[in-house]
């Protein structure tokens, strides 16, 4: 197949304005009609053929201004509808499709799933219910009738506000008829048909319209959705203080599904929601399942304006919708709890997914320029990176320019489809900037490197910082041009903290600059000459992670244990443990690879000390005393990756930790014990992580009591946070006590499917060799499907992402495991395959026996027969 390319891009030639849906719901023959009110585009070509979309239907009627055209003549196909010559005036193409929801194993367009019908479009989706312009830059308004058995489903929900509903005379079946007043790509469109349970309530807005609120889950769920709700009222109100942005319908539904590809879908007026985000109780939910919930209800709903009033032109400027509502969610969640802490969780994330998709073969650009299949594209470099790049924006104009240019692009181009271009413009206009070596961050792929060396001049009392910027090639993108990369940073002077930053123009900083804290190194190096430095200062750099790069700077280990304890800079005082500990790790997985024991460093360990015993944000210690991952470790060490003397390295820092700290960590154990009733506020969660990561640290150590407090915690917790971490704690060796408290936990929830995944990935996780027959023993499990995407993501996702070993074992028998499901799944639901193929992304930077063993499983995937586009495309693009 051919890639589809950003510079083909043209203006459609025809436009349709209204569509008129009439579907009638049924298990296997539902039946969709849709009255499209189609002109030519005056922007487009003239007298050009219409071609609408179409994937995998079946038309049964089809009339042009209400005369049937013949289906036997070949003007339509399961693919594709052409008129070749249309008119070339409005008229009205009626079309008549049959679908079957319950044979839809892909979950897109519209499927079953529990007790409901219902779609999934974006991106490609609305093309599997009717043909059309599947494309998001046609925008129309929508009328929707839904017919179904009101036993089957009492609840028809579509998007905008209702306008009838009623009874069929002399039948069993109900109809509603929904109406959309806004225009909207056909992504946007949804429809829910099922017999559910709901809960309901009122937002108010600021400019006093009253908007009812509904959230449906399965039957008997409706308690779990308080919190969704409450999340719900929170960002509708945040949006209005932040962003100055008001909800505009009558109504706004939330459906949550048991079966979903991703997360949620922002549909306008009815947001569809994985039952993940959205179902939580203090017995069933963890505080990051809480704070995830959070996020992805607020993510959704500011997609309200960020997305739905202005949406893409083109698949090629997801980021505009995507980076930017992350960049918004972020924020929202920053104010709701700890900003500081949400940074470091937010910069783990990206360094997990973002940074090894953009060090590996998949590595694109926030705007990518070609693709294949647009599915593979909702990335985390699209998502994450997308959201970095608009909070360096904002660093670099300052809030001001940034709140002004946000207006501008809202009052500019609400009702448009819009790019990435119209976005910058905004900014360039608000902060009078020319923004366009700023835009390269959308266009060339790869994390740049940002090297530094500082001289400090004891007779002068300068110190001078060099800093220098490159970044590798990546795939089609063999040199890049410098980018623009602020740099936020203060000189530490030990208990004295920040030194005020002086230079002047002739020593290559500006006054502004120095004023706001922020270098711009926008050429491939600079230099700055900092004056009247009293004392060697220890350089505290990319406070806030101001720019989403790596950095190259020889800290000394007396810098590092500074800025751990004095930077006036929060997400530093993290990033300095965490830089001293990777070093530490880096030193012991050389050593161990040599045959020799992990290395020891009495200082790392007493920095962490004093984080813990004198901290006041449990949190932030929590933070601070959990080491990077695995996969972290091996991005750092980039080639010649061996993930057997990476874990040995890791374990022996957890247990040096755990041990030597074994006093501060049992007081920090007993001192924040939850007393009251359960909260889920970020204090309340802060203090039950830091009493779990002390739990998790002393079994590491082998701490009797540690392990003695962990058994108790298991079988009397009461929320899942506790129930989950005393079940991982214990299920850090091998005993046969862990093989009782697996199988208790099973018993007690058995019930809840959201529980259960945890149960399967917690196991898939389990870093011993014993792992895979584990994990392939489950797949025969009675509550183990292949055609529910979150239990194929709990065991499979979680084996093949967060089990570095055991997916990595030299054998290969990790990898065939993987291959094999992906190909087993493709057959069902190709998006979910490919996602997990891309588990293999970093296969090139193992050492040779593991890289020679996952080519040969990719290989294998290649060379199979049938394979979907969707996987098709990731093991290419793997293998180039
Ligand atoms: N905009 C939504 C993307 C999405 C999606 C994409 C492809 C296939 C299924 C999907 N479900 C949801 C999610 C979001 O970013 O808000
Ligand atoms: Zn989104």
């Known amino acids: 197949a051919e890639p589809v390319r950003l510079k083909d891009y043209r203006v459609p030639d025809h436009l349709i304005d209204k569509v008129d849906l009439d579907v009638k719901l049924r298990a296997t023959a539902t039946q969709v009609t849709a009255r499209l009110s189609i002109k030519p585009n005056p922007k487009g070509r003239p007298d050009t053929p219409l071609v609408l979309d179409g994937d995998g239907l ?123 007043p806004f225009p909207k790509p056909c992504y946007l469109f949804a429809l829910v048909g099922g017999d559910l349970g709901s809960i309901h309530d009122e937002f108010v807005t600021r400019s006093g319209r009253r908007v009812a609120l509904g959230i449906y889950v399965e039957h008997g769920k409706e308690a779990f959705a308080t919190y969704a709700m409450d999340a719900l009222k929170r960002s509708m109100a945040w949006d209005e203080t932040a962003f100055g942005r008001e909800y505009d319908l009558d109504v706004f539904n939330i459906v949550a599904v048991s079966d979903f590809n991703m997360g949620a879908m922002e549909n306008k007026g009815l947001n569809v929601f994985n039952d993940k985000y959205v179902l939580a109780s203090p017995a069933t939910a963890t505080d990051a399942d809480y704070a995830h919930i959070e996020a992805v209800i607020a993510h959704e709903y500011f997609h309200n304006w960020t997305g739905n009033r202005i949406t893409c032109r083109d698949w090629f400027q997801l980021c505009l919708k995507e980076g930017l509502t992350v960049f918004r969610d972020h924020e929202f969640s920053s104010d709701m709890r700890s900003r500081a802490v949400h940074r470091i969780a937010d910069v783990r994330t990206l360094r997990a997914q973002q940074f090894p998709e953009d060090a590996g073969p998949l590595a694109h650009n926030v705007r990518p320029d070609a693709y294949l299949e647009i599915n593979n594209f909702y990335t985390a470099t699209i998502y994450e990176k997308g959201a970095e790049i608009i909070r360096m924006l904002k660093v670099l104009i300052g809030d001001e320019a940034f709140a002004k240019g946000m207006d501008l692009y809202f009052e500019r181009f609400d009702g448009t489809a819009a790019t990435i271009e119209d976005f910058i413009s905004c900014f360039a206009e608000s902060a009078q900037r020319d923004l366009t070596q700023f835009s390269r961050w959308y266009n060339q792929s790869g994390t740049p490197l940002v090297s530094v060396t500082a001289v400090y001049d004891p007779a002068a009392r300068t110190f001078t910082l060099d800093l220098s910027q490159s970044s590798k090639p990546t795939p089609g993108q063999p040199t890049k041009e410098p980018f623009v990369i ?87 005082r993290w990033q300095a443990a965490q830089t001293f500990a990777t070093r530490l790790l880096l030193r012991s997985v050389e ?86 009733p359960y909260s889920p506020d970020a ?111 709990s065991l499979i996702g979680a084996f093949a992402a967060g089990n570095q070993t055991q997916f990595n074992a030299p054998d290969g028998s990790g990898y065939d495991f993987v291959a094999d499901a992906v190909l087993e799944l493709d057959r069902k639901n190709p998006q979910v395959a490919a996602r997990l193929l891309a588990a293999f992304r970093s296969w090139r930077s193992l050492e040779s026996v593991r890289r020679g063993q996952a080519e040969s499983a990719l290989r294998r995937v290649a060379g199979s027969p049938g394979l979907s586009p969707d996987v098709r495309d990731i093991v290419e693009r793997s293998l180039a």
């Open 683 to 793: 204090a309340a969660a802060g203090r039950r992580s830091l009493r779990n990561v002390a739990l998790d640290l002393l079994v590491s150590g082998e701490i009797p009591e540690g392990v003695r407090l962990a058994a108790a915690q298991f079988a009397s917790a009461s929320t899942m946070t506790d129930e989950i971490a005393a079940l991982g704690a214990l299920s850090q060796a091998a005993s046969a006590e862990r093989e009782t408290a697996l199988e208790s936990f099973y018993q007690n929830h058995a019930g809840d499917a959201l529980v259960i995944d945890k149960w399967f990935a917690l196991q898939a996780m389990i870093a011993e060799p014993g792992a895979l027959a584990r994990v392939k023993k489950l797949t025969a499990h009675p509550a183990f499907s292949l055609a529910n995407p979150n239990r194929v993501r």
């Open 591 to 676: 050593a161990v690879r040599a045959g020799g024991a992990p290395a020891y460093e009495p200082n790392f360990i007493d920095a962490l000390r004093i984080v813990t015993e004198t901290s006041a944000d449990p949190a932030f210690t929590a933070q601070v005393l959990t080491l990077p991952g695995e996969a972290d470790i091996a991005r750092e060490i980039g080639q010649d990756v061996d993930p057997d003397a990476i874990h040995v390295a890791r374990k022996a820092l957890r247990a040096a930790i755990g041990h030597d700290l074994s006093q501060p960590l049992l007081a920090a154990y007993a001192r924040l014990e939850d007393k009251g």
């Open 486 to 572: 602020p740099v936020e940073l203060g000189l530490v002077a030990g208990e004295h903290g920040d030194l005020k930053l002086r230079a002047g123009e002739e020593d290559g900083a500006s006054g502004v600059e120095l004023g706001r804290g922020i270098i711009e190194l926008t050429t491939p190096r600079r230099r700055i000459v900092f004056r009247d430095v009293p004392v060697r200062p220890s350089p505290s750099l990319f406070r806030g992670f101001s720019a989403p790069v790596r950095v190259e700077y020889d800290w000394s280990e007396s810098d590092l244990v500074t800025l751990v304890a004095h930077d006036s800079d929060s997400f530093n």
């Open 58 to 180: 079946a038309a049964r009627r089809i009339t042009l201004d209400g005369v049937d055209l013949d289906l036997a003549s070949g003007f339509v196909t399961p693919s594709q509808l052409t008129l070749t010559s249309p008119p070339q005036r409005p008229f009205i193409l009626e079309i008549e499709t049959e679908l079957d929801p319950t044979a839809n194993t892909r979950l897109m367009g519209l499927y079953r799933t529990g007790h409901a019908y219902c779609t999934q479009c974006e991106a490609e989706g609305f093309r599997r219910i009717t043909y059309f312009l599947d494309r998001p830059d046609v925008l129309s308004v929508y009328t929707t009738r839904i017919e179904a058995e009101v036993s089957e489903a009492p609840a028809l929900l579509s998007n905008g506000n209702k306008i009838a509903e009623g009874k069929i005379d002399g039948t069993s079946r109900h109809f509603a008829v929904w109406s959309d």
